[in-house]
């Protein structure tokens, strides 16, 4: 008579996959407070000696999460007899694509930051906060400036004259990322 092995987490897992609804394995996970590499290791186990017939698990889907990088999460369920996988969707240059426009659109303001470190701009977070790029910025406003400056008449710095102004003020907090 073969040995049966007892498995605490085996067990949990096929109870709380009994009701035949899909999780992730970080679902699963969560939800009976075992780590991660625990559960991971008992669906691949199953995987591998029962496939997706009844005693192992099956691929129903997949699910992107937000906030972690990569492809998406299968989503398992409680195997069945004749039960087969769904296929991964591929990962091409369009879902590429979205994901990095995604990315960039939600970070815009420390990819700003970061390559302004790199070009040894001077960094004004509050320009971050209100959308601008700060370097654009300041180029835009010392052109109009100068431009400005040379539209004048040469006595325009006669005493009683109104002077025009040299450069932006500059905000009491400073610049971030010199020392």
């Given at each position: 008579m073969p040995r049966v092995y007892k498995s605490v987490v085996r067990d949990n897992v096929r109870r709380l996959?009994?009701?035949?609804?899909?999780?992730?394995?970080?679902?699963?996970?969560?939800?009976?407070?075992f780590?991660?590499?625990?559960?991971?290791?008992?669906?691949?186990?199953?995987?591998?000696?029962?496939?997706?017939?009844?005693?192992?698990?099956?691929?129903?889907?997949?699910?992107?999460?937000?906030?972690?990088?990569?492809?998406?999460?299968?989503?398992?369920?409680?195997?069945?007899?004749?039960?087969?996988d769904t296929p991964r969707s591929t990962y091409g240059t369009k879902t590429m694509r979205e994901a990095r426009a995604r990315y960039q659109n939600k970070l815009q303001a420390v990819i700003n930051g970061k390559t302004n470190i790199k070009r040894g701009v001077p960094i004004n977070p509050w320009l971050q906060l209100l959308g601008m790029r700060q370097n654009t910025t300041w180029q835009t406003l010392d052109t109009k400036q100068e431009k400005q400056k040379s539209e004048q008449p040469v006595n325009a710095t006669a005493p009683g004259a109104v002077r025009p102004e040299t450069r932006p003020k500059v905000s009491p907090v400073g610049t971030v990322g010199f020392a």
């Open positions: 996959m009994s009701d035949n609804e899909g999780r992730t394995a970080k679902q699963i996970a969560s939800e009976l407070k780590k991660r590499h625990s559960v991971d290791s008992v669906i691949i186990t199953a995987r591998k000696r029962y496939g997706a017939a009844k005693n192992g698990f099956v691929i129903i889907g997949y699910e992107h999460t937000r906030g972690t990088g990569g492809r998406e999460a299968p989503i398992y369920q409680l195997g069945f007899d004749g039960a087969v």
